[in-house]
């Protein structure tokens, strides 16, 4: 078994990884591309009982490549906040995918990770230009308007 993350190469796509490899550290093989180059999961050989994580990346753009790790018996967590299309029904599939314009994959992480690294979700949030979000939960924090 290999895990394998594959993630958008900007701010929200990055913290959103580094989020969970706060949670869960682990040796995994990293594959983004640059700045809108989100056509990734299909450039992966994936095989049976793979762990692969998605974050930030359309699946309506990845669905042939999520299809065919599906089709391995690979696992797959998607997470992710652009439109995704039609998303299958699978035994392997687990997504967290919330279009809603007010919310990155950054902030979906951080509210699967209950808040546990919530300074990445604000760089992330900011990242997509979240600017209200982001400030709002530095507040939270207890952080100043000018440490936002």
């Known amino acids: 078994m290999n895990y394998i993350d594959i993630f958008n190469g900007d701010a929200d796509g990055i913290c959103a990884l580094t989020q969970l490899h706060n949670a869960h550290p682990r040796e995994a093989k990293l594959v983004t591309g640059v700045k809108r180059n989100i056509q990734l999961v299909d450039t992966v050989n994936v095989k049976a009982h793979d762990q692969i994580t998605i974050l930030d990346i359309s699946l309506d753009k990845n669905i042939k490549g999520v299809r065919n790790a599906l089709a391995a018996e690979a696992q797959v967590f ?6 995704a299309g039609t998303i299958p029904k699978h035994k392997n599939l687990k997504t967290l995918i919330d279009t809603s ?5 950054s902030l979906l992480i951080n509210q699967h990770l209950k808040g546990q690294f919530l300074e990445w979700a ?5 990242g997509d230009n979240l600017i209200t979000t ?3 939960l530095g507040m939270q924090l207890g952080l100043s308007e000018h440490q936002n």
């Open 101 to 105: 314009s007010n919310t990155c994959t």
């Open 134 to 136: 982001a400030n709002d």
């Open 122 to 126: 604000i760089v992330g949030a900011f």
């Open 78 to 83: 998607y997470v992710d906040h652009h439109y």
